[in-house]
């Protein structure tokens, strides 16, 4: 079966998460992708979790449908392997230091040069100006300047904990996709090329949407009170989770008498409420009896009493979910028609029948370290239904294959790999 991008011939020249996310739904909606690896192969191979010398659980996860070649970029032997590529390619997707591309001539000037109809996705983590533009940029970085650190992490040792998964990776590379898959568009209608740009950090802040916003029609004095607390915590010492109690005292007031869109506790487990309008809020306190004194007349927030009425309600929920389990409450809220869903620990994602029905966990094979579960196709469509065709990619697999395609002849393919221009290294 044909998919979306069939036809569509990509290279991908990153490592990594974000790029090679980007590479995966591109494959699975058809288009050929062809991954550029260091001799020594992609760094995540090596790290996140190796199960076998060379193949790590991250690397298999994040490259499936692709095929791998490895290749020297750094060296100026490489120059006709990358020129035949921009040729053959619709897309070129690369992720480096913004100064390591003038360095090593891998800039869409470059690449235009040999194919002028080119796509060029250029993945710059930190963005490329500002007094960070040249450096490299990871999601634990981009969590701690966008301020998404405050709104998700969990404190050990009074020290926020980095996030996992790393979402800003993930969603910069459905971004990037979109970017391609818009200028490909565009490149039909008027057969032009063009460069474009993402980053973690322009993710981050798109992901914190409302908690990292700012209105003048109500933000400014919050802000100077915010400013004058904060810098009294953190001359008297005091930790991450103080601190972020004190952004939360200013920004989200009466966030922590939240009843109606979190996650409870229950006998025997836990389970996750969301009701986000005053009819799903009615629904709630109908299925639960919970009075809540905020739709009283009178009520005034911010007063000691209205806190301490507010404490109490939160208690009176959290005590009522805790005298069942799981599965009587999943019955009563759903019967009373309450969004709301099982807290699965990450195991039980495997077997929970609403996640394998719809194929969002599905079982595949890998000729290396054999079967392994994992995140099905993210997009699903009817005519073009997106597929995965090849198993992640061995090192140096396909470097042979690619270059015979690209028209190199035996002789000059044992030339690069004699060179150690192309082909692997050891690690």
Same mark, same amino acid.
């Given at each position: 079966? &044909? =998919?979306?991008?069939?036809?569509?011939?990509?290279?991908? /020249?990153?490592?990594?998460?974000?790029?090679?996310?980007?590479?995966?739904?591109?494959?699975? $909606? =058809?288009?050929?992708?062809?991954?550029?690896?260091?001799?020594?192969?992609?760094?995540?191979?090596? +790290? $996140?979790?190796?199960?076998?010398?060379?193949?790590?659980?991250?690397?298999?996860?994040?490259?499936?449908?692709?095929?791998?070649?490895?290749?020297?970029?750094?060296?100026?032997?490489?120059?006709?392997?990358?020129?035949?590529?921009?040729?053959?390619?619709?897309?070129?997707?690369?992720?480096?230091?913004?100064?390591?591309?003038?360095?090593?001539?891998?800039?869409?000037?470059?690449?235009?040069?040999?194919?002028?109809?080119?796509? @060029?996705? *250029?993945?710059?983590?930190?963005?490329?100006?500002?007094?960070?533009?040249?450096?490299?940029?990871?999601?634990?970085?981009?969590?701690?300047?966008?301020?998404?650190?405050? /709104?998700?992490?969990?404190?050990?040792?009074?020290?926020?904990?980095?996030?996992?998964?790393?979402?800003?990776?993930?969603?910069?590379?459905?971004?990037?996709?979109?970017?391609?898959?818009?200028?490909?568009?565009?490149?039909?209608?008027?057969?032009?090329?063009?460069?474009? *740009? &993402?980053? /973690?950090?322009?993710?981050?802040?798109?992901?914190?949407?409302? /908690?990292?916003?700012?209105?003048?029609?109500?933000?400014?004095?919050?802000?100077?009170?915010?400013?004058?607390?904060?810098?009294?915590?953190?001359?008297?010492?005091?930790?991450?989770? +103080?601190?972020?109690?004190?952004?939360?005292?200013?920004?989200?007031?009466?966030?922590?008498?939240?009843?109606?869109?979190?996650?409870?506790?229950?006998?025997?487990?836990?389970?996750?409420?969301?009701?986000?309008?005053?009819? #799903?809020?009615?629904?709630?306190?109908?299925?639960?009896?919970?009075?809540?004194?905020?739709?009283?007349?009178?009520?005034?927030?911010?007063?000691?009493?209205?806190?301490?009425?507010?404490?109490?309600?939160?208690? *009176?929920?959290?005590?009522?979910?805790?005298?069942?389990? &799981?599965?009587?409450?999943?019955?009563? #809220?759903?019967?009373?028609?309450?969004?709301?869903?099982?807290?699965? @620990?990450?195991?039980?994602?495997?077997?929970?029948?609403?996640?394998?029905?719809?194929? @969002?966990?599905?079982?595949?094979?890998?000729?290396?370290?054999?079967?392994?579960?994992? @995140?099905?196709?993210?997009?699903?469509?009817?005519? &073009?239904?997106?597929?995965?065709?090849?198993?992640?990619?061995?090192?140096?697999?396909?470097?042979?294959?690619?270059?015979?395609?690209?028209?190199?002849?035996?002789? *000059?393919?044992?030339?690069?790999? =004699?060179?150690?221009?192309? =082909?692997?290294?050891?690690?």
């Amino acid at each position: 079966m &044909t =998919g979306a991008l069939d036809g569509v011939k990509v290279v991908e /020249l990153a490592q990594a998460l974000a790029v090679p996310f980007a590479g995966i739904l591109l494959a699975e $909606m =058809g288009a050929e992708v062809v991954k550029i690896e260091p001799p020594a192969g992609d760094g995540i191979r090596w +790290t $996140m979790e190796p199960i076998v010398p060379g193949e790590s659980k991250g690397y298999t996860l994040i490259n499936r449908g692709k095929r791998s070649i490895c290749l020297d970029i750094t060296r100026e032997e490489a120059r006709p392997v990358l020129e035949r590529l921009a040729k053959w390619a619709d897309v070129v997707m690369v992720s480096m230091k913004p100064s390591d591309l003038p360095r090593y001539a891998l800039t869409y000037e470059h690449f235009r040069e040999w194919n002028p109809r080119l796509v @060029f996705l *250029e993945h710059a983590p930190l963005g490329k100006k500002g007094p960070f533009g040249s450096e490299p940029g990871y999601d634990v970085i981009v969590q701690g300047m966008s301020a998404t650190a405050v /709104l998700t992490a969990r404190e050990r040792g009074g020290v926020p904990v980095n996030i996992r998964p790393a979402f800003n990776d993930m969603g910069t590379g459905a971004f990037s996709a979109l970017g391609v898959v818009a200028a490909l568009r565009h490149r039909d209608a008027t057969g032009e090329g063009q460069r474009i *740009e &993402t980053s /973690l950090l322009g993710t981050a802040m798109a992901l914190g949407n409302q /908690l990292l916003s700012w209105f003048g029609a109500t933000d400014p004095p919050v802000e100077e009170a915010y400013r004058a607390d904060i810098a009294e915590a953190r001359q008297a010492g005091a930790g991450f989770e +103080t601190q972020r109690q004190v952004w939360e005292h200013h920004y989200l007031r009466g966030g922590f008498a939240n009843i109606y869109f979190r996650h409870y506790r229950t006998a025997d487990g836990f389970i996750s409420v969301g009701c986000l309008s005053p009819m #799903l809020n009615a629904r709630f306190r109908a299925v639960t009896g919970i009075h809540d004194p905020r739709s009283d007349e009178g009520f005034q927030l911010g007063t000691p009493a209205a806190m301490e009425r507010l404490q109490q309600l939160v208690d *009176e929920c959290e005590a009522l979910f805790a005298s069942k389990t &799981t599965a009587e409450w999943l019955a009563t #809220l759903r019967a009373g028609k309450v969004p709301c869903g099982p807290l699965n @620990f990450p195991p039980d994602v495997f077997t929970d029948p609403q996640l394998v029905e719809n194929e @969002f966990v599905i079982e595949l094979e890998h000729p290396l370290i054999g079967p392994y579960r994992t @995140f099905g196709p993210v997009i699903k469509m009817d005519a &073009t239904p997106p597929q995965i065709r090849r198993h992640p990619p061995l090192l140096d697999e396909h470097t042979d294959e690619v270059l015979q395609e690209l028209g190199f002849e035996a002789a *000059e393919i044992a030339s690069l790999r =004699g060179a150690g221009v192309a =082909g692997r290294h050891p690690h």
